[in-house]
């Protein structure tokens, strides 16, 4: 559970809080409003502040604190540049946006799914050996891998993963996740989100591909119904495609019972 501290004029603290307590009924959030910033020695874990002004962003900045800054009408003196993350409108917020701040601030992997059987999770360094896996296993299939076909050394795909892991999520606000078994963290495969080339609206192709071992056990039907349930709700493209090889039969089957666009290659 998140300690929310929401540093700013109690009137309009309360009425952040009450909103979104209103739209996330079942979301569990300690709100901790305050005119002045805290004046702890030490902070709870999980903790978060979204603060009105310029001083108040530098105090969470000393105590290492992920900081969301508001921007409002009674404000417009402050410069809130002190943080990567702002807001206009308490409908910003959200519990995945709360998650989002907080993991990027802290480097931590970003949780984006799960499924009865999965969870679907931002990689890390960690998942190299697995990949370099799944890259032989599709050698002579280019979209199953997530390496580009010029990583051609253990070093080059690190450099690849390493730069995709700092850029691509905190960029794009998306990508190409993890697939892990719930029960012991087991890595099965990837899927997400990759950018069209080329197209001027916000287009993007979904695509999964699993390890040999986990393969026709039903994990890719639950990940890919997940992942379009998520886009819907948070990123919400103008369209998402996936792009199948014609002899491919059972991509193209799962594909059409997502009912999304596909094209052939």
């Known amino acids: 559970m998140?300690?929310?501290?929401?540093?700013?004029?109690?009137?309009?603290g309360n009425t952040i809080a009450r909103h979104f307590s209103s739209e996330y009924l079942n979301?569990?959030?300690?709100?901790?409003?305050?005119k002045e910033f805290p004046s702890f020695s030490d902070f709870p874990d999980f903790s978060l502040v979204l603060c009105d002004l310029d001083q108040n962003i530098e105090l969470a900045k000393k105590y290492n604190l992920p900081a969301i800054?508001?921007?409002?009408?009674?404000?417009?003196?402050?410069?809130?540049m002190g943080t990567?993350?702002?807001i206009l409108d308490a409908d910003a917020l959200s519990p995945f946006f709360l998650r989002e701040v907080y993991c990027r601030h802290h480097h931590i992997p970003l949780m984006i799914t799960t499924t009865?059987?999965?969870?679907?999770?931002?990689?890390?360094?960690?998942?190299?050996?697995?990949?370099?896996?799944?890259?032989k296993e599709n050698k002579n299939n280019p979209s199953g891998c997530f390496f580009p076909q010029n990583c051609c050394t253990t070093v080059a795909a690190e450099t690849f993963l390493?730069?995709?892991?700092?850029?691509?999520?905190?960029?794009?606000?998306?990508?190409?996740?993890?697939?892990?078994?719930?029960?012991?963290?087991?890595f099965l495969g990837i899927a997400g989100f990759s950018p069209l080339e080329n197209t001027e609206d916000y287009y993007v192709e979904i695509g999964y591909s699993i390890l040999k071992e986990w393969q026709r056990q039903g994990f890719a039907s639950e990940a890919l119904p997940a992942l379009l349930h998520f886009e819907k709700e948070y990123l919400r493209f103008t369209e998402v495609i996936t792009r199948i090889e014609k002899e491919n039969i059972v991509s193209i089957r799962l594909a059409k019972k997502n009912l999304l666009r596909?094209?052939?290659?």
């Open 2 to 12: 998140f300690n929310f501290f929401i540093i700013m004029d109690e009137n309009l």
């Open 69 to 80: 800054a508001f921007s409002h009408e009674n404000n417009k003196q402050e410069t809130l």
């Open 84 to 86: 990567p993350w702002m």
């Open 162 to 186: 390493l730069d995709y892991i700092k850029n691509q999520y905190s960029f794009y606000g998306y990508g190409i996740y993890g697939i892990f078994k719930k029960t012991d963290g087991t």
């Open 116 to 135: 009865s059987r999965c969870t679907i999770r931002e990689l890390t360094v960690k998942q190299l050996p697995e990949l370099l896996l799944l890259q």
């Open 262 to 265: 596909i094209i052939t290659i």
């Open 27 to 34: 979301y569990t959030i300690n709100f901790i409003i305050s």
